[in-house]
Nanobody, 123 residues
C-alpha cells in the first residue's frame, strides 16, 4: 500500500509559478512511476506529467509542455510539479498518482492516488 499526500496548491495570478509536492509512504518510492493529473470543475480528470522511477525519463501533456516540470527526489520519497507561466485554464485540483507499472503513463490506471490540492489561477 502507498499513501500519497500533495501540498503546494494555492491562488496565483496568471503568469505566476507554483511548485506542488507529493510525499509518498508505505513502499519503496524508487520503484514507483509517479504522475500528476488534474481535474477542472465539470471536466474529466486529465493526465499532466509522469516520470520514470529514476527521474531520468519524463513525459508531458502537450498543454503543459515547456511550462511544467516533473521531478522526484527518491531520498525524500517526494515528487514535484514545478509550474511556470500559469494560465487560468490551469485551474484545477491536482492529483498525484503512483504505480509500479502503469499500462500507459497517461492512463488513469494508477493504483495509488493522493487527495488532491487546489490550484487556482486568476486572470
Amino acid at each position: 500500500q502507498v499513501q500519497l499526500v500533495e501540498s503546494g496548491g494555492g491562488l496565483v495570478q496568471a503568469g505566476g509559478s507554483l511548485r506542488l509536492s507529493c510525499v509518498a509512504s508505505g513502499r519503496s518510492f524508487s520503484t514507483l512511476v509517479m504522475a500528476w493529473f488534474r481535474q477542472a470543475p465539470g471536466k474529466e480528470r486529465e493526465w499532466v506529467a509522469a516520470t520514470h522511477w529514476s527521474g531520468e525519463v519524463t513525459r508531458y501533456a502537450n498543454s503543459v509542455k515547456g511550462r511544467f516540470t516533473i521531478s522526484r527526489d527518491n531520498t525524500k520519497s517526494t515528487a514535484y510539479l514545478q509550474m511556470h507561466n500559469l494560465k487560468p485554464e490551469d485551474t484545477a485540483v491536482y492529483y498525484c498518482a503512483a504505480d509500479l507499472n502503469p499500462p500507459r503513463w497517461s492512463s488513469l490506471d494508477y493504483a495509488y492516488w493522493g487527495q488532491g490540492t487546489q490550484v487556482t489561477v486568476s486572470s
